[in-house]
């Protein structure tokens, strides 16, 4: 029976992740859920965005679906010191699991080209995906400070994190199409000119079966959208990855289309790329799809369940195109989108 620590948040996260919790109970009914505090729900009731108990739950859970964390502009949490805030919570969280590699697929799925802003000829049959550095960079590195009128951070990155992380998005290249962008500011930056040094090494040494470009950050920010159809795999360092992932949330229509799965060295760690909505949040109006389509790679990556992920996303497919939500310029609430999903996993294939 494997186990599943789920962590809701703040936000909109505990009501998208019910929905995939929902989604799985139905698909693999043999799965156990504890469930724990995260962010500030978790400083508010602990005093502490990743408590211990929640730590210790991580010990033997075979993976962990996350919902979101962080809480509005004006929120208190956000003049706590650093360790202290939501968002310091989930970073403690992933460097607890070793997650390094942080994968987020943009997919645009046949028949739902109409979901996306892009015409249609741009957006039809894109399929990427994003290979986020999840440890390293400036969200990490401790040489940081704010001190008067100067405040600064360090972007650094050793030679074994670049090829850790280059080796998963060769290694998923390798099942898909064979071709990896690798997404740097080569031009400027010494830390990319290392990270392009050495994704090249890595490729010529022990991956030369897989074609592998270079290309800077801000021209991948322009061709992403512009000609989505052009990439395969993109790698790219923590805050790079970031950037590029919400901005291709625009290809498929929509953040709430956007699931990610972070894996490493132990239990994987599954959670929609975006944030907690706080606009939206406690309306009942969330879009569920990408929390349902991370619990679709929890099954897929994190428990080695191929074909009840597949279920599961074709599954989210026929119900976006039934029952869209208001983020796609549909009616749907979280309630009724996520009742369309459990529908059509009982509609045969075909
Ligand atoms: P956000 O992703 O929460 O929201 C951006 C916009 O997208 C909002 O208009 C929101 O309503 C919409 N949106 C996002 N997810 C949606 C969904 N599933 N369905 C429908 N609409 C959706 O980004 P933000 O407003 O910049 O950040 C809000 C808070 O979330 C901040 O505290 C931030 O630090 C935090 N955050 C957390 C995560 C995470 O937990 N992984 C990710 C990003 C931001
Ligand atoms: C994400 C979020 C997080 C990040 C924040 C909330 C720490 O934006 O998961 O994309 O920057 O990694
Ligand atoms: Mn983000």
């Not at 015409?119 to 999840?134: M, Y």
């Not at 100067?150 to 060769?170: G, I």
């Not at 930056?189 to 592998?212: C, G, K, M, P, T």
């Not at 990439?231 to 229509?253: C, H, K, Q, R």
Request: proline letters at 7%.
């Amino acid at each position: 029976m494997p186990k599943i620590v789920t962590l809701p948040g703040d936000g909109i996260g505990p009501e998208v992740t019910a929905a995939a919790v929902e989604v799985l109970r139905e698909v693999a009914p043999d799965l156990t859920f504890e469930e724990h505090a995260i962010g500030g729900m978790a400083y508010d009731a602990h005093g502490d965005p990743f408590p211990q108990r929640t730590r210790d739950a991580l010990a033997d859970a075979d993976a962990v679906l996350l919902g979101t964390v962080g809480g509005p502009q004006n929120s208190p949490w956000n003049s706590l010191p650093r360790p202290m805030r939501p968002e310091s919570g989930l970073l403690a969280l992933r460097k607890a699991l070793g997650c390094y590699a942080n994968l987020r697929p943009v997919r645009v799925q046949p028949g739902l080209e109409h979901l996306s802003p892009l015409k249609p000829e741009l957006a039809r049959g894109v399929d990427i995906l994003i290979v986020r550095e999840l440890l390293g960079g400036v969200y990490f590195d401790q040489d940081r400070k704010i001190d008067g009128d100067t405040a600064y951070n360090t972007m650094r990155y050793t030679t074994p994190e670049v090829e850790r992380v280059a080796k998963m998005a060769f290694w998923a290249a390798e099942q898909r199409k064979g071709r990896v962008t690798s997404v740097d500011k080569a031009n400027v930056l010494e830390v990319s000119e290392l990270w392009r040094r050495d994704v090249q090494a890595l490729r010529d040494r022990e991956y030369r079966n897989i074609h592998l470009n270079h290309e800077y950050v801000d021209s991948v920010a322009m061709l992403i959208v512009s000609d989505p159809s052009r990439y395969d795999v993109i790698v790219t360092e923590n805050l790079f990855g970031d950037i590029l992932s919400d901005l291709a949330a625009v290809i498929p229509g929509s953040l709430g289309l956007m699931p990610s799965a972070s894996l490493g060295d132990g239990a994987g760690l599954f959670e929609p790329i975006h944030g907690s909505a706080p606009d939206i949040a406690g309306k009942g109006i969330a879009n569920p799809a990408a929390a349902i389509m991370s619990a679709a790679m929890l099954l897929r990556h994190g428990l080695k369940r191929s074909d009840a992920a597949n279920q599961i996303e074709r599954a989210v497919a026929l119900a976006l195109r039934e029952e869209p939500t208001r983020d796609l310029g549909g009616k749907a609430d979280t309630r009724t989108f996520t009742n369309a999903v459990l529908e059509a996993m009982g509609t045969p294939v075909g």
